[in-house]
């Protein structure tokens, strides 16, 4: 009965930004690891960004190709987590999707397209 809803994406030029949320739905939900994901016609599904909830606080970590670009964030109020895209590039086209540590959530993602 939890899904996770994805929402924001676009068509954006290069250089251009956008958030992405998402947001739980259903029976209360608490995240603990939430990862946003990417994935292109004839790609690989790539993990390009996560953050986990401890008691300090939150770790995130990014893939390579995302840094100093990307930024992900929650606020566990709205149970929603978000992901800050800048600068974006063409090849950051891809379907977006968030998902837990345990992959159990997939829905239907939301497109991100970035033109040239």
């Known amino acids: 009965q939890v899904h996770l809803v994805e929402s924001g994406g676009g068509l954006v030029q290069a250089g251009g930004s956008l958030r992405l949320s998402c947001a739980a739905s259903?029976?209360?939900?608490?995240?603990?690891?939430i990862g946003w994901y990417r994935q292109a016609p004839g790609k690989q599904r790539e993990l390009v960004a996560s953050?986990?909830?401890?008691?300090?606080?939150?770790?995130?970590d990014y893939a390579d190709s995302v840094k100093g670009r990307f930024t992900i964030s929650r606020d566990n109020g709205k149970n929603t987590v978000y992901l800050q895209m800048n600068s974006l590039k063409p090849e950051d086209t891809a379907v977006y999707y968030c998902?837990?540590?345990?992959?159990?959530?997939w829905g239907q993602g939301t497109q991100v397209t970035v033109s040239s």
């Open positions: 953050i986990t909830s401890v008691t300090s606080g939150s770790i995130t």
């Open positions: 259903g029976i209360p939900f608490r995240f603990n690891t």
């Open positions: 998902n837990n540590a345990r992959n159990d959530y």
